[in-house]
């Protein structure tokens, strides 16, 4: 029993020493001092030894138990601390490294170009206003020649509330109601914002965009103002190179209506997908602002007239960034935002 005992401590000894992980370890101390481990097999063999014997052996199975519980222990706290090290080296911060540079935001480019035209109209003596996106069916149809039978409310299908009458606006034209109701002419004024229509997105379209309305109300006010303006505009949002287009069109609250479209930088008129192959993009209809509408804001349409128009900043964006697709300006992609500095 005695050289058994002696090459058990050898062989454990020497596969201790091999132990390199906490893994390993725990293995070792199964393969020894666990339930079906050897030295407590060697244990449970004493009982079938004689009586003279018995009582050596046990002293000296004992002995080897406590000596390798007393090796698992040293083994144990030498790796856990050669554990702690090598994650200091792998983990440790070296203070004497220069900081990182804060990260500097920039502007989203609607934010840009919105900043941009604001600027151009205050360089023509307008005044900017805002007002509510969530608006009364009063101020965004009704007051703008658009009673509840009228057909043209189909063109501006949006997100109504629970409650009657209380809708997300489909333009910022309500502010021109809320703004003639207060002030008298003259009045030059532009009221940028988000607006809400139940569209189909694509390239040149989508639900939610921004718009910028524009309305001048004076005696003498005439189609060739409007005209000027938007011109201006163009000239100092696009550069002087840029062609722009006018024709008819209708709008139910202005009378007669007219569409400024703008040659597509994108393709030069070629034709592509932000212009739907046409070569030009419509971005700032207007007209002279209808008779009925001042009569509804208490304005005398027998002593002033007025011309309303309502400027895209996403198309303007998009023309003047040579974007094919305005749903990018609100895709949240960082890759593509980052490119405007």
């Known amino acids: 029993m005695s050289s058994r005992i002696a090459e058990l401590r050898s062989e454990a000894q020497e596969r201790l020493a091999g132990v390199h992980t906490m893994q390993e370890l725990q293995a070792w101390r199964s393969a020894y001092l666990g339930r079906g481990g050897t030295v407590t097999q060697l ?24 000596s390798l519980e007393a090796a698992y222990q040293v083994r144990s706290e030498e790796l856990e601390r050669q554990e702690r090290q090598r994650a200091w080296h792998e983990d440790r911060l070296d203070v004497t490294l220069p900081g990182r540079a804060v990260a500097l935001g ?150 007669p209506g007219l569409d400024t479209a703008v040659s597509c930088m994108l393709c030069a008129g070629v034709g592509c997908r932000l212009c739907r192959g046409k070569g030009w993009l419509e971005a700032i209809p207007g007209g002279m602002i209808h008779p009925q509408v001042l009569r509804n804001c208490g304005i005398d349409p027998d002593r002033y007239s007025g011309f309303a128009f309502g400027a895209g900043p996403d198309r303007i964006a998009a023309l003047k960034y040579g974007i094919d697709d305005i749903r990018r300006f609100y895709g949240n992609d960082l890759r593509f935002l980052e490119q405007f500095d």
Request: aromatic share 10%; proline share 8%; net charge positive.
């Open 43 to 66: 244990l449970r063999l004493l009982g079938s030894l004689s009586e003279e014997e018995r009582p050596a052996a046990g002293r000296e199975a004992n002995a080897l138990k406590q």
């Open 106 to 255: 920039r502007l989203h480019p609607i934010t840009r170009t919105l900043r941009e035209m604001k600027a151009a109209f205050g360089r023509m003596g307008f005044q900017v206003y805002e007002g509510p996106e969530v608006e009364e069916d009063l101020y965004n149809f009704t007051l703008l020649n658009m009673p509840p039978y009228h057909p043209a409310r189909d063109m501006h299908d949006t997100f109504y509330t629970t409650r009657p009458g209380l809708l997300l606006r489909t333009h910022t034209s309500p502010n021109q109601v809320r703004v003639m109701q207060h002030l008298r002419p003259p009045i030059r004024v532009v009221v940028p914002g988000k607006v809400y229509r139940y569209e189909n997105a694509d390239p040149s379209h989508d639900w939610m965009f921004y718009q910028m309305e524009g309305f001048v109300v004076g005696r003498g006010i005439t189609m060739g103002h409007l005209m000027g303006t938007i011109q201006e505009l163009a000239r100092q949002v696009f550069g002087p190179e840029r062609r722009i287009r006018f024709r008819c069109d209708y709008f139910p609250y202005v009378e």
